[in-house]
């Protein structure tokens, strides 16, 4: 199985600020790449696709980019409401999904 | 607008069993595949199960391989997860999930049921 690394597991910023996450497949998934945001108590919602396409719909403020093994999910200007659980998933190895541990975002 | 409505989540004692259901509206369900994903509760998301349009194509994951079996019924709009012999370990929310295959993603979730093995 394809094993998904995600960095930090949490991390604490301010409003306004720069936040990156990293995401590390375990081999080459090319962009096969996804990244998810998980608010407290709600299902997750698809934010990014393709390593680097936004969903519709998703504010222009979330971006991703990466490929091969290594990708990168910013938010340029954090929000309060982008307090969230952020997911990699990777679909290069189907059947077997996997998700990245997650990234936990807190206002500082 | 897109409804997937989970149910028949519970408490369980281990090697026990239990039916989930997920009720389906707002989209041709007849035309999507499916997916179960869970998530212990304080941990990350684990894919399930999946389960093609037809139903002809059916994946597990490691972990329910044997165990869980997933079905669903076009006819009723419903997808279903039968868990037998279950272990503490498979104590999470379950979420069903529809399933873009061009883009490997789960486009949209249902709101989840929670399943607790314990004695």
């Known amino acids: 199985d394809i094993q998904m690394t995600q960095s930090p597991s949490s991390l604490s910023a301010s409003v306004g600020d720069r936040v990156t996450i990293t995401c590390q497949a375990s081999q080459d998934i090319s962009n096969y790449l996804n990244w998810y945001q998980q608010k407290p108590g709600k299902a997750p919602k698809l934010l990014i696709y393709d390593a680097s396409n936004l969903e519709t719909g998703v504010p222009s403020r979330f971006s991703g980019s990466g490929s091969g093994t290594d990708f990168t999910f910013t938010i340029s200007s954090l929000q309060p409401e982008d307090i969230a659980t952020y997911y990699c998933?990777?679909?290069?190895?189907?059947?077997?999904?996997?998700f990245g541990g997650g990234t936990k975002v807190e206002i500082k | 607008e897109v409804q997937l409505v989970e149910s028949g989540g519970g408490l369980v004692q281990p090697g026990g069993s239990l039916r989930l259901s997920c009720a389906a509206s707002?989209?041709?369900?007849?035309?999507?595949?499916m997916n179960w994903v869970r998530q212990a509760p304080g941990k990350g998301l684990e894919w399930v199960s999946y389960?093609?349009?037809?139903?002809?194509?059916?994946y597990y994951a490691d972990s329910v391989k044997g165990r869980f079996t997933i079905s669903r019924d076009n006819a009723k709009n419903s997808l279903y997860l039968q868990m037998n012999s279950l272990r503490a370990e498979d104590t999470a929310v379950y979420y069903c999930?529809?399933?873009?295959?061009?883009?490997?993603?789960?486009?949209?979730w249902g709101q989840g049921t929670l399943v607790t093995v314990s004695s």
């Open positions: 707002g989209f041709t369900f007849s035309s999507y595949e």
């Open positions: 998933q990777q679909y290069d190895n189907l059947p077997q999904l996997t």
């Open positions: 389960i093609s349009s037809s139903g002809s194509t059916i």
């Open positions: 999930a529809i399933y873009y295959y061009d883009r490997g993603s789960f486009d949209y």
